[in-house]
């Protein structure tokens, strides 16, 4: 046991000096397999474009079948290493299928990066219905939840792997009407925490991202005219809506051996939007 604890140690510190000495810079997630739940628009596209740009082999996924196809189509298309499935989150079959599917094309997992959520309210905090309660922590913590609780044995084969869980600012400075979701959003940052104390001695790194008003469809009612786009920008340093993009990249670096001494943090990318609890 303390001599498999040593090569271990010793494997992590030779990827350690590879990524420090940018040996591993061109291509940073070459032969990973990732899976990236709501995959195929906004933030979620975005990151599953940009671990594929990294050499990973990526499965993405979305609750409607079209939407995969032309994910998956405009990827390939880029000549990126891209597949897909339907997978809604809450339901346990779909969850286990996507899992099996990146098994079996790719012969394990290396990066999960849990993004699905879903926010079908919009009110006082207290006008928020059980129905609406249910839906939201069962799609936005305890699906992503019991997720991660299906890639880890998976993680465990291949000797390690990383989480990201997608998080938001909200959880730091709650939007105004958006109740349910930044409380569903503040259970994720604990989710992390407590995981990545969990899954430490596995290798296993758990991290979460914290966007902050990024311009996507999902937060379109935040910016969808003028007044209250300029009324949300009053809370950022940086005076203008952030891109998917600028999400991704922080994704790659987390999932990558530059962060092989990172675990339980959150990565606020939000313009400078206050963020501490």
Known sequence: MQKAGLLLGARVWKSVRMASSGVTRRNPLENKVALVTASTDGIGFAIARRLAQDGAHVVISSRKQQNVDKAVNILQGEGL????????????????????????????IDILVSNAAVNPFFGNLLDATEEVWDKVLSVNVKAAALLIKTVVPEMEKRRGGSVVIVSSIGAFS????????CVSKIALLGL????????????IRVNCLAPGLIRTNFSRMLWKDKATEDSMKKSMHIRRLGEPEECAGIVAFMCSEDASYITGETVVVGGGTPSRL
């Open 81 to 108: 290493s891209v597949t897909g499935t339907v997978c809604h989150v809450g339901k346990a079959e779909d969850r286990e299928r996507l899992v099996a599917m990146a098994v079996k094309l790719h012969g394990g």
């Open 192 to 203: 992390s925490k407590n995981l990545a104390i969990e899954l430490a001695p596995k290798n």
């Open 174 to 181: 709650p939007f105004p009407g958006l109740g349910p979701y």
